[in-house]
């Protein structure tokens, strides 16, 4: 299956800096990336989707000025969280997909392995 | 009401047993269904598709009921390698490539 890597895995960060995590598809190139939240116990929420080249669509309640989306090329997206704070702690965890669906068709996401984020 | 439910368990079964877990949706016009498995602390792996014939692979056996809205994921067999939260989603059509999950059930095999 096609691979996404993220990074860092990993990040322990102080209240009121800015983190920035990188999602990467290493062998195909993702016209559609999502960005997913999962706190402890919950599930995956979805905050936004990324087509390449245009403006993130956030769902319902994402601060899009807090969750900044950057999806420059066809094998990156970035998520900034900034001035983070200790409710913003969770795993975040990135998936794409090699077709800008117009609805008609699901096609499979590959997820990345996930970036665990603390705040204190 | 959510829109994936499931049943969080956790479910502790010895190996070898069979156990079944389910799930319901909410919107009627969902067309995608699948089962994911989530090991602690990594990424969700799509585990199978779930089509309305129902389907099988290996030890596993899905089954849809669109009238009830209901999902199944039944595992014959247990492994102790099964361990593992899985994930009822669904795609809701009218959102496009979206993804929806559920919490997901906890399966904890034991020897």
């Known amino acids: 299956g096609a691979v996404v890597s993220q990074h860092p895995s990993w990040v322990i960060c102080k209240s009121g800096t800015s983190v920035k995590i990188e999602c990467r598809s290493l062998d195909f190139q993702a016209t559609t990336m999502f960005w997913y939240r999962q706190f402890p116990k919950k599930s995956l929420m979805l905050m936004a989707t990324s087509n390449e080249g245009s403006k993130a669509t956030y769902e319902q309640g994402v601060e899009k000025d807090k969750f900044l989306i950057n999806h420059a090329s066809l094998t990156l997206s970035t998520l900034t969280v900034t001035s983070a704070h200790p409710e913003d702690s969770s795993f975040y965890i990135c998936?794409?997909?090699?077709?800008?669906?117009?609805?008609?068709?699901?096609?499979?996401?590959?997820f990345g392995p996930g970036t665990r984020l603390t705040v204190l | 009401r959510k829109e994936v439910e499931q049943d969080p368990g956790p479910f502790n079964v010895p190996e070898g047993a069979t156990v079944a877990f389910n799930c319901t949706y909410s919107?009627?016009?969902?067309?995608?269904f699948f089962w994911y498995r989530q090991d602690c602390r990594k990424e969700p792996k799509l585990l199978m598709s779930?089509?309305?014939s129902g389907n099988e692979d290996g030890r596993f056996t899905a089954q849809l009921n669109r009238a009830s809205q209901y999902i199944s994921l039944l595992i014959r067999d247990s492994k102790l390698s099964d361990s593992a939260t899985y994930l009822c989603v669904v795609n809701p059509m009218e959102y496009g490539n979206k993804l929806v999950f559920g919490a997901g059930t906890i399966l904890r095999v034991k020897s």
């Open positions: 998936s794409a997909s090699d077709f800008a669906t117009s609805g008609t068709l699901y096609n499979e996401q590959f």
């Open positions: 779930v089509y309305s």
């Open positions: 919107n009627s016009a969902s067309q995608s």
